[in-house]
């Protein structure tokens, strides 16, 4: 009984990365994306200043914070990968007989 009930708790953490991974995950890339954009931003204002080609431009103490967020988005991606392996084992790569060529990049 106790496994059993291990199994249904077990299939029901798949049934639920199944629907919903793709979509959070895609919410966590757009997130990521603006980021990413805010960090291109400060790097060019800061470049900007240092060539003396525009005033101030100067963000005081976000780089640690760009470093940190960086590393949550890291983490929140790799996580993403170890559950989709864990979850979908054979048939990430495989389905019907058919190799899923573009699935081994994830």
Avoid: H
Avoid at 18 to 26: A, H, L, Q
Avoid at 40 to 47: D, P, S, V
């Amino acid at each position: 009984s106790s496994s059993a009930d291990g199994q249904d708790e077990r299939s029901a953490l798949r049934a639920w990365f199944e629907d919903r991974s793709d979509i959070y995950m895609g919410a966590v890339i757009c997130l990521n994306v603006v980021f990413v954009y805010a960090e291109l931003e400060r790097t060019g204002a800061q470049a900007g200043a240092d060539l003396g080609a525009t005033s101030g431009g100067r963000w005081p103490d976000v780089e640690v914070a760009f470093s940190v967020i960086a590393n949550i988005f890291a983490v929140t991606f790799l996580l993403e990968l170890f559950l989709k392996v864990y979850f979908e084992r054979g048939s990430l790569v495989c389905q019907g007989g058919q190799l899923q060529k573009l699935n081994i990049f994830d």
